[in-house]
């Protein structure tokens, strides 16, 4: 407890990037269609969601591994994410919104893992406080989607960039508050990309491609729960603001499985928890599928089961990366989280809805996803199995 209360700061950071993030990125693909986009632009700005984050993470990764003062650029990228979002809301030209939505993604994605290692810097003797921290992101981000939900259903999107803009800019100056620089005794040690690659350095509980193969796995079928869910629920017939009630459901088992990852992390294997992350993920991806057959009830009870998927994979990853990766790569390998899940992985699954927009049936990508997802399971848990026999060895 008196971990948490020396650095409830960072409950706070998570809590507002994450309810901003709620207020906005998720219906950003109801905004393009409301611009009169088409789906084939559409799926150039999420190829766009995809190439400028692995740059953004990595220059921004060096940066802060080797500046001594990063507490500027922790309230300035905050503060571009607005200025972002505010140049979308106006500008009409296609190129204008390329433009818009590189400065975006640029600024946003790493943005998480930024904080991520300053946290585990904070917290280095106790790593399995992670989660009482960032379930702030959980929080804020169950009531953003909340607001989100109604504010859409009576207003469309454009309200919401409203609401975005004054919450990012919030986060931004939390920071100030935030003992940033408390990593600066690594910035005297240059980190080099080879280090990422470089299977010598890395402990035996994983790799590289263990981490980020898996968040990039991850990333791709949890598409069905990004930009493209408040279009699919339209196309099923549904109420909007159910959107909302899907979000806030899942930030429930979200939120519990933050509360529980300490004491689950202690008896699985990375492997077990991957498994399981994607095992509670495809309960989330049945409902769905079948989403307009389903009670409404029995899909929020299974919204929130599969909710609890991100605290594991995400709980996850960042204890792993903070025990395979040295000091000095420590911000890259935190950023390149978001990269690998985020840009690549959720990037070219919503390319992939994209496409199957064109073509006037969102369902059908959903049921590709929800196909990858149960592969996904089988393989995974063939890993945690074969893990379990080699240990009792």
Avoid at 226 to 244: D, P, R
């Amino acid at each position: 407890m008196k971990v948490f209360k020396k650095n409830i700061i960072f409950f706070a950071i998570y809590l507002c990037f994450w309810l901003a993030d709620a207020l906005l990125i998720p219906y950003l693909g109801l905004f393009f269609a409301e611009k009169g986009l088409s789906g084939g632009q559409i799926a150039i700005l999420s190829m766009v969601e995809s190439i400028v984050p692995p740059v953004s993470a990595v220059l921004l990764g060096l940066i802060m591994s080797t500046v001594k003062n990063r507490t500027g650029f922790f309230v300035a990228l905050p503060v571009g994410c607005a200025a972002a979002a505010a140049a979308m809301y106006y500008i009409g030209p296609f190129g204008g919104m390329i433009v818009a939505t590189v400065v975006l993604y640029f600024c946003r994605t790493p943005y998480n893992g930024l904080v991520d290692r300053v946290l585990m810097a904070c917290i280095h003797d106790t790593p399995g406080e992670y989660g009482k921290f960032r379930l702030g992101g959980s929080v804020g981000y169950g009531i953003g989607a909340l607001i989100a939900g109604t504010v859409y259903s009576a207003y469309a999107c454009r309200p919401l960039f409203f609401m975005y803009i004054p919450a990012i800019v919030a986060t931004g100056l939390l920071c100030l508050k935030a003992p940033i620089n408390i990593t600066q005794d690594y910035s005297a040690v240059r980190p080099k990309l080879s280090t990422l690659l470089n299977f010598k350095v890395l402990k035996s509980r994983g790799g590289f491609f263990k981490i980020y193969g898996t968040l990039a796995l991850f990333g791709f079928i949890t598409a069905t729960a990004g930009k493209f869910m408040a279009m699919y629920v339209a196309e099923q017939g549904l109420e909007s603001t159910i959107t909302g009630m899907l979000i806030a459901f899942a930030m429930i088992g979200e939120i519990i499985m933050f509360l529980s990852f300490p004491a689950m992390s202690k008896k699985l294997s990375p492997e077990a928890e991957f498994f399981l992350g994607f095992l509670v993920y495809l309960v989330r991806n049945v409902s769905f599928y079948f989403i307009a057959s389903l009670p409404m009830w029995l899909v929020m009870i299974m919204q929130i089961v599969g909710g609890a998927e991100f605290s594991i994979m995400w709980a996850a990853a960042t204890q792993l990366v903070e025990s395979n990766y040295p000091p000095e790569a420590g911000f890259i390998a935190q950023t390149l989280k978001s990269v690998f899940n985020s840009s690549i992985g959720y990037g070219l699954g919503c390319i992939m809805l994209s496409w199957f927009y064109d073509l006037g049936s969102i369902k059908s990508g959903y049921g590709v996803l929800l196909a990858i997802n149960g592969a996904c399971v089988l393989v995974y848990g063939f890993l945690a199995c074969k893990e379990r026999r080699v240990n009792e060895c």
